[in-house]
């Protein structure tokens, strides 16, 4: 089965510490994207990468950090440094102009 | 500076009806709007797409209309049903890239 997975689905994490967020996918898409999504705000680009060892700050990339060592794997980890990291973050490949989003982490920091 | 606009956060239509989701956007450089449906703690999934060299596209019950004069985009699912209930994001991206700038999502919810 092809598509993209994001896992956990639930993360709880204390104040203070990083935690990194996983996201895979064996579409063969090079283009690979994180998003975050909050009430009332819609989805927010974090970073993007287009190829492997590349990748692009969004429009919130402050807080956090991602690698692409792989074409498979996109990890986000957010930092300490992240003033409001509690929210719904989305993964997604694309290809030909169209994103396929995984299925979500939510992240709860406290 | 939001780019693309989905000025009502929420519609409530009745089954068998015809709901309208709306889009506006900013920058003329968009050429390809697309629009996604979201369930609760699920990713969203794509539902349909249009260039700007179009203005309809019909696929089943969904169809999106573009005006580019107006920079506006709407959204019809003709008749609505109950499934349909979900939040809607328009979307929208120039040229030959993949990035997407989204709307900030219209809650429908087609009652009984």
């Known amino acids: 089965d092809g598509g993209i997975t994001q896992s956990p689905k639930y993360l709880f994490r204390k104040e203070g510490q990083n935690v990194t967020l996983s996201c895979e996918q064996n579409l063969n898409h090079d283009a690979m994207y994180w998003y975050r999504q909050d009430p009332g705000q819609g989805l927010r680009l974090i970073y993007y990468?287009?190829?492997?060892?590349?990748?692009q700050k969004g429009d919130i990339a402050e807080g956090y950090s991602v690698s692409r060592e792989k074409k498979e794997s996109f990890p986000l980890t957010v930092t300490s440094a992240q003033k409001n990291p509690t929210a719904f973050y989305l993964c997604t490949s694309s290809i030909f102009g169209e994103q396929y989003f995984g299925p979500g982490t939510r992240l709860t920091v406290t | 500076d939001q780019q693309v606009k989905q000025n009502s956060p929420s519609l409530s239509v009745q089954e068998g009806r015809i709901s309208i989701l709306n889009c506006d956007y900013t920058n003329s450089m968009f050429d390809y709007f697309l629009w996604y449906k979201k369930y609760p703690a699920e990713g969203p999934t794509f539902l349909i797409s249009?260039?700007?060299?179009?203005d309809k596209n019909e696929d089943g019950r969904f169809t999106v209309f573009l005006n580019k004069s107006a920079k506006h985009l709407s959204l019809h699912i003709v008749p609505s049903q109950p499934g349909d209930s979900a939040v809607y994001f328009c979307a929208a991206k120039t040229g030959g890239g993949n990035k997407l700038t989204f709307g900030t999502g219209t809650q429908l919810k087609v009652e009984l």
């Open positions: 990468s287009q190829i492997v060892n590349d990748f």
């Open positions: 249009i260039s700007s060299i179009k």
